[in-house]
């Protein structure tokens, strides 16, 4: 009879410690018998925002030596789009000339500092610089990114 009431005990212990696991991870045995009784159903989760729009322009091709010490040491070539919101295009098409002289300025004073310690330029630091100078020239905000389509080390 011991024996009995010790099983019985054990087998109450071991459901009771299941469903408490269950509902501690979210799971409930009888959770579409719940859901039926009080006729709620799951909503889905609202749909997130759409992102923002971007513009994309078109820049020409730059073409930098890279000068050490009154010497040739070669060329980068670079060609590269910049994302812009809308609502800045006509305002960066405006600038145009005035962007293409900051990059092309900070190109001829960055890349041979730069190529002195590493063999490629690195896009991510290049990118940061163009993003810098070309909210600074246009406007805060206005240029969202640099998309590089090539860049090459002659």
């Known amino acids: 009879m011991k024996t ?7 087998l109450v212990a ?14 409930t045995p009888f959770e579409n018998i719940l859901n039926a009784q009080s006729g709620s159903e799951e ?20 073409l930098v030596p890279i ?6 040491l070669g060329q980068v070539f670079l060609v ?8 800045y295009r006509s305002r960066v ?18 890349l041979p500092a730069h190529l ?4 490629q330029p690195d896009e991510n630091a290049v990118k940061y610089r163009l993003n810098i100078i070309g909210n600074r020239i246009v406007g805060e905000g206005a240029v969202r990114d640099v998309v590089f ?3 090459s080390l002659r």
Do not use: C, N, W
Not at 102 to 109: C, I, N, S, T, V
């Open 93 to 110: 098409t405006e600038a145009m000339p005035r962007l293409r002289d900051g990059f092309l300025r900070d190109f001829h004073a960055f």
């Open 67 to 72: 000068i050490r010490d009154g010497e040739l």
């Open 4 to 10: 009995i009431i010790m099983s019985v005990l054990a």
């Open 149 to 151: 389509r090539e860049v």
């Open 80 to 87: 590269m789009q910049l994302e812009v919101d809308p609502a």
């Open 14 to 27: 071991l459901i009771a410690a299941a469903v408490g696991g269950m509902a501690y991870m979210g799971i």
């Open 43 to 62: 909503k889905p989760p609202p749909a997130a925002p759409p992102p923002p729009q971007s513009a994309f322009i078109d820049l020409e091709p730059f």
């Open 116 to 119: 002195q310690y590493y063999p």
